[in-house]
Each structure stands twice: as structure tokens, then as C-alpha cells.
């Protein structure tokens, strides 16, 4: 079947936002050594707020899978994602204990607020798996399209920082998303055009919030 994936029709159409969420200033900053540490202690701080949010956004993934999703690898995979999130806290926790973060006074920034309320969008029932199943498989390739990109070819990113872009930027986690886009284009395919049509709405929103996000991390 050499029909064009729906997501890659999409990431093609909305090049330009895609490029802006995946190769944003704060990123090249990292990549070619220029980074503010102060900025990067900000990121850190506001994408723990972040992924603790995600949680749940996650476990409603699953379980929209579980309901909704007739291949049972689905499932195993999006579990394979929830579970990792405990590892991934505790990253966060000693990353900012590394860099003098304390992780109990922050605040959420506005950009912060206005995405985590747009995951918990999604928990509610009466959005479909397959527009979560796309907002879920957007949200974790921009990382992974962003940091493996720190890495990759002659980066200048600093030592400091290389732990924290393979986090994201390794092959393993590459992969977690191909599967991802994969669910994402299945269910899309069978989907009707209302839905594809909400799908798309949510994936340029998905990208939207991820430039905010970079652009409050990255500013004074
Ligand atoms: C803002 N987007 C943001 N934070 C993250 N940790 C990810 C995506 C990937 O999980």
C-alpha cells in the first residue's frame, strides 16, 4: 500500500509551523553552543510542570486504546510510553538538583498554563482515539525532532546538555514515534472526514503550543 500517511501529508502542508516548532531558535541555540544555561534552567523547570500533566493526558491515550482500538499492539505500545514517564520525573528531579532548580517554587508560565489545559482537553471521553492517538504521536516527535537534531551531523552542543538532548533525540525514542505515527495513520485512514478534519486542527494546534513553549524557555 503505497497510499501517502495522513500525518506526513500533513507535516509536508504545514512545513513552515512544523519548522518553526522543530528547528526553533531556542534548539539552534543548543545545537550550535550558544545557549543561555539560564534559559535551559527555565526550560527544565516549566517542561517538569509539563510532563507531570502529560500523565494523565497519556493514561487517557491508553485507555481510549484499550476501548477503541481493535490491534492490541496499540495498546502495548502507548503503555510502553505511560510507563516510562515515572523514569522520566525522576530524571527531571535530578537533572534540576544538578543544575540548583528547585522544582517546588515554579510557576507555570502562560504558554505553560494554556497547554496543559489543552492536554487535559483530551481526557474527556467524547474525543475519539484517533484524534488523541494524533495529538499524542505530535507532541512527542517534536521533541524527538528537535533534540535528535542536537545531536546529529557537527552539533556544537555542550557536554551539559547531551544527556538531556539523547533523551529524546535517541534512535529508541525515534522509533516510539514511528509507531506512533503509525496508529496515528491507521486510525486516520478509516476515519471519517470529520474527524481527519479535527485531527488536523489539533496537530497545528499541537505545534502551535510547542513553539509558545520554546518561546517562553528561550526568552528573558
Ligand atoms: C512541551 N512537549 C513538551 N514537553 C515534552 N516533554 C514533550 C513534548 C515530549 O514528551
Not at 539552534?28 to 526550560?43: A, E, N, P
Not at 517554587?105 to 475519539?128: K, V
Not at 533525540?169 to 470529520?194: E, V
Request: aromatic letters at 14%; proline letters at 3%.
Amino acid at each position: 500500500d503505497d497510499e501517502q500517511s495522513p500525518t506526513a501529508t500533513w507535516q509536508a502542508k504545514h512545513r513552515e509551523l512544523y519548522e518553526r516548532a522543530t528547528r526553533h531558535p531556542f534548539i539552534l541555540s543548543i545545537r550550535d553552543g550558544t545557549v543561555d544555561f539560564s534559559s535551559f534552567k527555565r526550560w527544565l523547570g516549566q517542561d517538569y510542570i509539563f510532563v507531570r500533566e502529560f500523565v494523565p493526558f497519556v493514561f487517557s491515550v491508553l485507555l481510549k486504546s484499550w476501548k477503541e482500538s481493535e490491534i492490541k499492539s496499540d495498546m502495548e505500545i502507548i503503555f510502553g510510553g505511560a510507563a516510562a514517564l515515572s523514569d522520566e520525573l525522576s530524571w527531571f528531579k535530578n537533572e534540576a538538583s544538578k543544575w540548583g532548580v528547585d522544582l517546588c517554587g515554579i510557576t507555570p508560565f502562560t504558554a505553560n498554563t494554556e497547554y496543559c489545559r489543552f492536554l487535559q482537553s483530551f481526557t474527556t471521553l467524547d474525543i475519539n482515539y484517533t484524534v488523541a492517538a494524533t495529538a499524542f504521536w505530535a507532541i512527542e516527535t517534536v521533541y524527538q525532532e528537535s533534540f535528535s537534531f542536537c545531536i546529529e551531523g557537527d552539533h556544537k552542543t555542550p557536554t551539559e546538555l547531551l544527556g538531556t538532548c539523547q533523551r529524546w533525540g535517541n534512535s529508541d525514542f525515534g522509533q516510539y514515534c514511528k509507531s506512533l505515527q503509525q496508529i496515528a495513520d491507521r486510525c486516520l485512514k478509516k476515519a471519517p472526514a470529520d474527524v481527519v478534519r479535527m485531527a488536523e486542527e489539533v496537530f497545528v494546534s499541537v505545534l502551535e503550543h510547542e513553539i509558545e513553549f520554546w518561546n517562553m524557555s528561550s526568552s528573558e
